[in-house]
């Protein structure tokens, strides 16, 4: 019977704790740890799980608390009706897994000369890029917070990140647009390291521009479509990092 009850998910354990009941009958958990030599902490623990999916019973009968197993149909049905509802969840999971990969998969790279421009153009990939980058820190930025913000997975992945910067102490420069979440982003901050610059709202920062390794990253969090680019090239990246400094002296 245990190789039946291993194909239906029970533990070692729980295999033989489960076939001590259906032979011996209605027993407590002291007993059946001294009978299957199995130490009662772990005997509570199989016998709470048997409880809780369905093949075991318990009842209190004057303050003592007795455990049996179910009858040979119920308990082929409860069985059953768990792997079942396993492959549910299974093919679930799988499915979303699937999903997952294509949209992970919908970046498109190019090579143009000795430029390497890659498209980014899903939700998640947006959301990994933004992680992994943010999660090094080292970088340069112009973004406005009073738009990033309002994007819960956004703000979400930028709290992370302060809280890691407080402790590696990277280097980073910002100019940000003011405003109220951008006062609150400052107050964040915990890195020396660290510095903001702002300009005046009424300048607009229609997409956030990184600048980091070698690479100009432009991302877009309203966009439906193309939500990203990324620009890899020495002098193109040089010159951006030139305009970015000049910005960053006159402020």
């Not at 199989?46 to 197993?69: C, D, M, N, P």
């Not at 009706?81 to 294509?102: G, H, I, P, S």
Request: proline share 1%; charged share 30%.
């Amino acid at each position: 019977m245990r190789n039946f009850l291993e194909v239906c998910g029970l533990n070692e354990t729980e295999q033989t704790i489960f076939q001590y009941l259906v032979s011996h009958g209605s027993s407590i958990a002291s007993v059946i740890s001294k009978r299957v030599s199995i130490k009662r902490s772990n005997v509570y623990f199989a016998l709470e799980h048997l409880v809780k999916i369905g093949t075991v019973t318990k009842q209190k009968r004057e303050k003592i608390t007795y455990f049996e197993s179910v009858s040979p149909s119920v308990c082929r049905e409860i069985l059953v009706n768990r792997q079942k509802n396993k492959l549910d969840e299974v093919d679930y999971a799988t499915k979303m897994m699937e999903k997952e990969m294509f949209e992970l998969s919908k970046s498109a790279t190019k090579q143009i000369n000795n430029y390497k421009i890659e498209v980014i153009e899903s939700t998640e990939m947006l959301y990994m890029n933004l992680e992994k980058l943010l999660k090094k820190g080292g970088f340069q930025c112009i973004f406005d917070p009073n738009k990033v913000f309002l994007n819960k997975k956004v703000k979400e992945i930028c709290i992370n990140f302060l809280k890691n910067t407080a402790v590696t102490k990277a280097q980073v420069r910002e100019i940000a647009v003011s405003g109220e979440l951008t006062n609150w982003y400052r107050d964040q901050i915990q890195n020396n390291n660290h510095k903001v610059k702002e300009i005046s709202e009424s300048r607009e920062i229609l997409s956030d521009m990184f600048l980091v390794d070698g690479s100009v990253i432009l991302l877009d969090y309203e966009s439906e479509e193309k939500v990203g680019i990324k620009i890899s090239h020495d002098n193109f990246y040089k010159t951006m990092m030139t305009l970015f400094d000049i910005l960053w002296e006159k402020i």
